[in-house]
């Protein structure tokens, strides 16, 4: 996009994103067929989020799969900012740590972070976020974790555990090193200066709990990434192994470009929205297509720019053969997109009503899953 340039932080996605780039900016590693194929295995299947490129890099993951196969205490650890209400995008990561966990029979640590999104949003209020927090952590127990095995705390109710090993983490981190890594300025409030020690914090989580050795994974999207090259850092001076790491892409919002946020609402698929919302949202999409059905005819559309095809390829439409028959409809003109659209409302609605009742059923037991002090 031109005018804008392209810039992924923890708390900025903007422009257009160039993933290959990102892989070289960040240093991380591209996810490759080894790799996917060893995981596949442990699994049972390939997930189509690895099929689809959704998650494409890594850090040490083979040497995690090494640490479980050679017995080796493995655990997963991811988050949510409780700073609105949940979108598709959040769920990408979310449903891939499921996928993971089943796998592996690892534990989850699952952090959120009320404090960050208290101390970086101007408006929210402390009752707020406490409020979103619920409402998030709802829908992460829809996504279906083993309640034995996920631990999920706030950084607030939790700040003992957390706070203790967050003051060892940021005694070796100086400020221009986090100035740098997250561009914080003479403006900055001093909450958030501090505030990546605390995101660093549960890579130690469980050996601290459990007093064990443990290789931790974290799965994630890759704007995430600088908080872990602190933990990595400072792993070895506290006697711990480094945490590896897995990557995800954002998903794009309904618009044209932008990754899905909630803060432009009618380009963004909210977990709560009704069966008539989400459709009149993919109604208004942005597509590849011409502007009239007689130009479709003659010239086709192309699914490279359309985002209801993205997210049919991305996340809705697990059949390689399907895909690849609406992809080649559509580029000779053989199907419209008003079709195209039904068929991803459907799907789209449908999901929308499984997690609606499973987030339903979670009121009950969250419980289950927090870890209080
Ligand atoms: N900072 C993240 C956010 O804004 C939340 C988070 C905390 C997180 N710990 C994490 C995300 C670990 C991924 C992995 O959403």
Same mark, same amino acid.
């Given at each position: 996009m031109q005018g804008v340039e392209a810039s992924v932080t923890p708390w900025e996605v903007k422009g257009e994103v160039d993933y290959d780039q990102l892989i070289t =900016?960040? /240093?991380?590693?591209?996810? $490759?067929?080894?790799?996917? @194929?060893? *995981?596949?295995?442990?699994?049972?299947?390939?997930?189509?989020?690895?099929? !689809?490129?959704?998650f494409f890099a890594h850090r040490e993951f083979g040497d995690w799969m090494n640490s479980y196969e050679n017995g080796t205490r493995v655990v997963l650890y991811t988050g949510r900012g409780p700073s609105g209400q949940t979108h598709l995008g959040h769920l990408i990561p979310w449903i891939f740590t499921k996928y993971l966990q089943d796998a592996f029979g690892a534990e989850l640590y699952f952090q959120m972070t009320d404090d960050e999104k208290y101390l970086i949003s101007p408006d929210l209020t402390r009752e707020d976020i406490a409020g979103y927090t619920y409402e998030n952590i709802l829908d992460i127990i829809a996504v279906g974790f083993d309640p034995q095995k996920t631990k999920i705390f706030t950084n607030l109710g939790y700040s003992r555990h957390i706070y203790n090993i967050a003051t060892r983490v940021a005694k070796h981190v100086t400020f221009s090193t986090a100035k740098a890594?997250? /561009?914080? &300025?003479?403006?900055? $409030?001093?909450?958030?200066?501090?505030?990546?020690? #605390? =995101?660093?914090?549960?890579?130690?989580?469980? =050996?601290?709990?459990?007093?064990?050795?443990?290789?931790? *994974?974290?799965?994630c999207a890759i704007d995430q990434e600088p908080y872990w090259r602190i933990a990595r850092d400072v792993a070895p001076k506290l006697g711990y192994r480094k945490p590896a790491g897995i990557y995800s892409k954002f998903i794009p919002g309904l618009g044209k470009g932008g990754k899905m946020s909630a803060s432009i609402p009618e380009t963004c698929i909210f977990l709560s929205d009704t069966e008539a919302e989400a459709r009149s949202k993919i109604k208004d999409a942005f597509t590849g297509g011409q502007p009239t059905i007689r130009e479709q005819k003659e010239k086709g559309g192309d699914p490279g720019v359309c985002?209801? +095809? $993205? +997210?049919?390829?991305?996340?809705?439409?697990?059949?390689?053969?399907?895909?690849?028959?609406?992809?080649?409809?559509?580029? &000779? @003109? /053989?199907? #419209?997109? /008003?079709?195209?659209?039904? #068929?991803?409302?459907?799907?789209?609605?449908?999901?929308? !009503?499984?997690?609606?009742?499973?987030? @339903?059923?979670?009121?009950?037991?969250?419980? =289950?899953?927090?870890?209080?002090?």
């Amino acid at each position: 996009m031109q005018g804008v340039e392209a810039s992924v932080t923890p708390w900025e996605v903007k422009g257009e994103v160039d993933y290959d780039q990102l892989i070289t =900016q960040f /240093g991380v590693e591209p996810l $490759n067929d080894e790799l996917i @194929g060893r *995981l596949s295995k442990h699994a049972g299947a390939v997930h189509p989020f690895l099929k !689809r490129g959704l998650f494409f890099a890594h850090r040490e993951f083979g040497d995690w799969m090494n640490s479980y196969e050679n017995g080796t205490r493995v655990v997963l650890y991811t988050g949510r900012g409780p700073s609105g209400q949940t979108h598709l995008g959040h769920l990408i990561p979310w449903i891939f740590t499921k996928y993971l966990q089943d796998a592996f029979g690892a534990e989850l640590y699952f952090q959120m972070t009320d404090d960050e999104k208290y101390l970086i949003s101007p408006d929210l209020t402390r009752e707020d976020i406490a409020g979103y927090t619920y409402e998030n952590i709802l829908d992460i127990i829809a996504v279906g974790f083993d309640p034995q095995k996920t631990k999920i705390f706030t950084n607030l109710g939790y700040s003992r555990h957390i706070y203790n090993i967050a003051t060892r983490v940021a005694k070796h981190v100086t400020f221009s090193t986090a100035k740098a890594t997250f /561009g914080f &300025t003479e403006s900055s $409030n001093i909450g958030i200066i501090f505030f990546p020690a #605390m =995101q660093s914090a549960p890579c130690f989580l469980h =050996q601290e709990l459990e007093k064990e050795d443990a290789h931790v *994974l974290i799965p994630c999207a890759i704007d995430q990434e600088p908080y872990w090259r602190i933990a990595r850092d400072v792993a070895p001076k506290l006697g711990y192994r480094k945490p590896a790491g897995i990557y995800s892409k954002f998903i794009p919002g309904l618009g044209k470009g932008g990754k899905m946020s909630a803060s432009i609402p009618e380009t963004c698929i909210f977990l709560s929205d009704t069966e008539a919302e989400a459709r009149s949202k993919i109604k208004d999409a942005f597509t590849g297509g011409q502007p009239t059905i007689r130009e479709q005819k003659e010239k086709g559309g192309d699914p490279g720019v359309c985002i209801v +095809y $993205n +997210y049919l390829f991305s996340l809705f439409e697990e059949e390689d053969t399907k895909v690849a028959e609406i992809c080649n409809l559509c580029r &000779t @003109g /053989g199907i #419209m997109c /008003g079709e195209c659209k039904r #068929m991803l409302a459907e799907k789209v609605a449908s999901f929308l !009503r499984d997690h609606q009742k499973r987030r @339903g059923e979670a009121r009950s037991r969250v419980e =289950q899953f927090l870890l209080r002090e």
